[in-house]
């Protein structure tokens, strides 16, 4: 099944950095492997594997890819090739579709290409990024917010929390708002509506009161923005009573965003803080003030480290720093409880939810959409490897979405919802299910058994070939040996009802 029974994975890939204008590609004659390594890296195998062609060339190849390659012999291309042609294509059961119709949806009752979007940052500031990104195929972008405050950025003004690999895991950035003028904004708003008439601009505005909250509007729309984002949730503010100061009092939500309705005939979404125990009572507010969806989340205030020799939190900007913006991956799970909750309150029923919350893959993507999201937007993916990833975004969900029957996105919005709880109450709690281990797979390192011994219930041993053996009276399903295994060499197994 596409994306759940990965036969590759990042792991399997961990030297490969991604190159622009890969090496690799230069050096095959055959085949675009940087392409197919990026489908890898972004859980697309499936997709990769139906691209290649009937023959495989990596048989007689001597591998000029991996000689090319920025880190030479340190990636296992021609491996990871046959793997493609050997392990994923035959179990490909569900063949590329011909088309992406089923992305088709809609923002508000606006045509979407897809569900995709740039959302409101560094990666959506000009026409040339804007325009870059509808080419790469985009459906739209939410543009950096534009606001009549003279913004002065700081310098650095970024910093990350990182894997083994390098890759950022979480991403905490102190960026403000748009430095452009409204004015200089606009004229973007208006040369990209004339060359990509059919791409959406979503329009992200802060105003510092109710009569500039409703003169940003009315400019986006005149100048052809197809909706506008209020942006409540701005952790980065240096005037006080703006951004996330807004997000937290339901009743200046609720004000503003009437000022701004009352302003322009578009859809007016209300860009929401995660910096809240809850998020219905300002989404509710917005519904209140005429806001026709929610955008959810921004950024959740933050510190990334400290540095141990000077003692300045990240990023240090002259001997000081502040409280930042945390984005990534890392806050998926975050960005997931909250758009959970704004899906399953009934006050909010009718309203589009464009998601967005540490998102890199299509099966991230999927995640938000299952949970109410009807479009997704994405930054600090993009931040971090390009545009280029909506190629696997698109192609990894459209399979996907044929593979389940879906015949188009939007029948899969909030499809998650009904089986998720606030509490963990409601859970059964009578049945154990016991882990599987794979011994093919094992290579006898007794992680599982170390986390079991100090972490879990001791009900893993280790025979006498280093592999592990469960003890079923001591094991109480818990799971943490399949979380732990570095070689996915354990799964879910055998049920036991405990009475």
Known sequence: ??????????????????????????????????????????????????????????????????IACVREGEVPIRDLVNRLYYQVKPECETPLPADEDRLKCDLCGIPLENPFLLSSSVVASTYDMCARAFEAGWAG?????????????????????????????????????????????????????????????????????????GELARLCEENGADAVELNFSCPNMAEGGLGSDIGQVPELVERFTRAAKQACHIPVLAKLTPNVAAMSPAAEAAKRGGADGIDAINTIKSITGVNLHTFVAH????????????????????????????????????????????????????????????????????????????????????????????????????QGLDTLSETTDTLERDTILFPQFIQ??????????????????????????????????????????????PQRAIVPGSKRITR
């Open 1 to 66: 099944m596409i994306g759940l029974n990965a036969k590759i994975s990042r792991s399997d890939m961990i030297r490969c950095v991604l190159c622009d204008q890969a090496p690799c590609d230069t050096a095959c004659e055959k085949l675009n492997p940087a392409a197919l390594l990026r489908s890898i890296w972004f859980g697309n195998e499936q997709s990769a594997a139906q691209r290649l062609p009937e023959v495989n060339p990596c048989q007689i190849c001597k591998a000029p890819c991996e």
């Open 141 to 213: 972008v939410c543009f950096k917010t534009i606001c009549s405050l003279d913004i002065h950025e700081a310098s650095p003004r970024f910093s990350a929390i990182t894997g083994s690999d390098g890759s950022i895991i979480g991403f905490k950035n102190i960026e403000q708002l748009s430095d452009h003028s409204v004015m200089e904004n606009m004229e973007i708003f208006r040369q990209l509506k004339e060359k990509y008439p059919t791409k959406f601009i979503l329009a992200s505005i802060m105003g510092q009161n109710e009569a500039e909250w």
């Open 315 to 414: 990023p240090a900007v002259h001997g000081h720093s502040a409280l930042g913006g945390y984005s990534g991956n890392a806050v998926k799970p975050i960005a997931l409880r909250f758009i959970s909750e704004l899906g399953q309150n009934p006050a909010l029923k009718g309203m589009h939810i464009s998601a967005m919350g540490g998102i890199e893959t299509w099966q991230d993507a999927m995640e938000f959409i299952l949970l109410g999201g009807g479009s997704i937007q994405i930054t600090t993916a993009v931040m971090q490897y390009g545009y280029r990833i909506i190629d696997d975004l698109k192609a990894g969900l459209n399979l996907y979405l044929a593979e389940k029957g879906f015949r188009s996105v939007k029948e899969a919005i909030g």
């Open 440 to 485: 093919e797979r094992c290579n006898g390192c007794g992680r599982c058994k170390i986390s079991c011994d100090d972490g879990g219930h001791q009900a893993i041993q280790l025979n006498e070939k280093r592999r592990p053996v469960l003890n079923g009276k001591k094991c109480v399903g818990c799971h943490l040996c399949i979380l732990v295994c």
